[in-house]
């Protein structure tokens, strides 16, 4: 439970903006995340590393609570803060409601607790929802990606072929070598050779 509401402050007396960032145990970028916050003038960073399977944010939790009246939470990006729509929206509104203000870099958007929030926000995000969802959706891929890798049952996209290796392919089916075996040595998956062979039809 939060004890004090006194303000922090920097060495300057100027109240200080809490910087929050977020990566997967996968993603490269905490360091531009970092970058960010110290660029837009945080004196103080929350970082969190997660795997994708994870649920709690510890370090959120402590921005939050760190955070006071007047102050601003300064986030890299929408889809560092949440995970969705309506987790943004909650988090959003628990900050403002306790004084706080909220920045998105990327999004050039603050919301406050003297403006009607969640509306506000609301119409910010139809402007962002876009690319919100997008980087989640790849964050997800990359999730199932890395999962199937760990499985050994991920085999990526099909290898596309070249015109020699086209020609290859059409003249050991045609001598009758096996579809499986054609795919073997050219690297492929039989998949692949019937279409191929179908598109030469």
Same mark, same amino acid.
């Given at each position: 439970?939060?004890?004090?509401?006194?303000?922090?402050?920097? *060495? %300057? =007396?100027? %109240? +200080? *903006? +809490? #910087?929050?960032?977020?990566?997967?145990?996968?993603?490269?970028?905490?360091?531009?995340?970092?970058?960010?916050?110290?660029?837009?003038?945080?004196?103080?960073?929350?970082?969190? *590393?997660?795997? #994708?399977?994870?649920?709690?944010?510890?370090?959120?939790?402590?921005?939050?609570?760190?955070?006071?009246?007047? $102050?601003?939470? +300064?986030?890299? /990006?929408?889809?560092?803060?949440?995970?969705?729509?309506?987790?943004?929206?909650?988090?959003?509104?628990?900050?403002?409601?306790?004084?706080?203000? +909220?920045?998105?870099?990327?999004?050039?958007?603050?919301?406050?607790?003297?403006?009607?929030? !969640?509306?506000?926000?609301?119409? #910010? !995000?139809?402007?962002?929802?876009?690319?919100?969802?997008?980087?989640?959706?790849?964050?997800?891929?990359?999730? =199932?990606?890395? &999962?199937? &890798? $760990?499985?050994?049952?991920?085999?990526?996209?099909?290898?596309?072929?070249?015109?020699? $290796?086209?020609?290859?392919?059409?003249?050991?089916?045609?001598?009758?070598?096996? *579809?499986?075996?054609?795919? @073997?040595?050219?690297?492929?998956? @039989?998949? %692949?050779?019937?279409?191929?062979?179908?598109? /030469?039809?």
């Amino acid at each position: 439970m939060q004890t004090s509401i006194e303000p922090n402050e920097t *060495k %300057t =007396g100027i %109240t +200080v *903006k +809490v #910087g929050y960032a977020r990566v997967s145990s996968r993603d490269q970028n905490l360091d531009r995340q970092l970058s960010q916050l110290e660029a837009a003038g945080c004196s103080k960073i929350f970082a969190e *590393k997660l795997s #994708g399977a994870s649920s709690d944010r510890p370090e959120l939790h402590a921005a939050l609570e760190y955070l006071r009246p007047g $102050e601003t939470l +300064v986030v890299a /990006s929408m889809d560092r803060l949440a995970r969705n729509t309506v987790d943004l929206l909650n988090l959003v509104r628990d900050a403002t409601e306790r004084g706080a203000y +909220v920045e998105f870099l990327s999004e050039h958007l603050t919301f406050g607790p003297e403006e009607e929030a !969640i509306p506000s926000l609301m119409l #910010g !995000i139809l402007g962002s929802i876009a690319q919100f969802e997008r980087t989640l959706i790849r964050e997800r891929q990359a999730q =199932g990606i890395a &999962k199937a &890798k $760990e499985r050994g049952v991920y085999r990526g996209r099909s290898k596309s072929l070249g015109e020699e $290796e086209v020609q290859t392919l059409r003249e050991l089916a045609s001598l009758g070598v096996s *579809k499986s075996e054609i795919g @073997r040595r050219l690297g492929v998956s @039989r998949a %692949t050779v019937y279409r191929y062979l179908d598109s /030469s039809a």
